[in-house]
Nanobody
Framework: QVQLVESGGGLVQAGGSLRLSCAAS????????IGWFRQAPGKERRFLAA????????FYGDSVKGRFTISRDHAKNTVYLQMNDLKVEDTAIYSC??????????????????WGQGTQVTVSS
């Protein structure tokens, strides 16, 4: 089992920045890909970014390229999502997920095995 705990959400003005954290515990995540997703009310869940733990390869969804950056800290077993130039439409619940199969995270070929509980991000105008 892998446990994922998100933090760092909150209220921010448009144009501002937030950094989300996804702390992993339980089984070693060295062979996992960890990704960030968001879901706004009434909308489908959307893939944002992912990182492979071992190699550090990164993947981004088109809607956040250039504004969001994903990174990892081996010592803290944590994946970060740095979000800059936030827009009102970025308001959503942000969740991280982990799976040993990268395509489950990036392509959505199947439901990832592990999910965090989510953290709310609200961007005001």
């Amino acid at each position: 089992q892998v446990q994922l705990v998100e933090s760092g959400g909150g209220l921010v003005q448009a144009g501002g920045s937030l950094r989300l954290s996804c702390a992993a515990s339980g089984r070693p995540v060295s062979r996992y890909t960890i990704g960030w997703f968001r879901q706004a009310p009434g909308k489908e869940r959307r893939f944002l970014a992912a990182i492979t733990w071992n190699s550090g390869s990164t993947f981004y969804g088109d809607s956040v390229k250039g504004r969001f950056t994903i990174s990892r800290d081996h010592a803290k077993n944590t994946v970060y999502l740095q979000m800059n130039d936030l827009k009102v439409e970025d308001t959503a619940i942000y969740s991280c997920a982990a799976d040993s199969m990268t395509r489950k995270i990036v392509v959505g070929s199947a439901e990832p095995d592990y999910w965090g509980q989510g953290t709310q991000v609200t961007v005001s105008s």
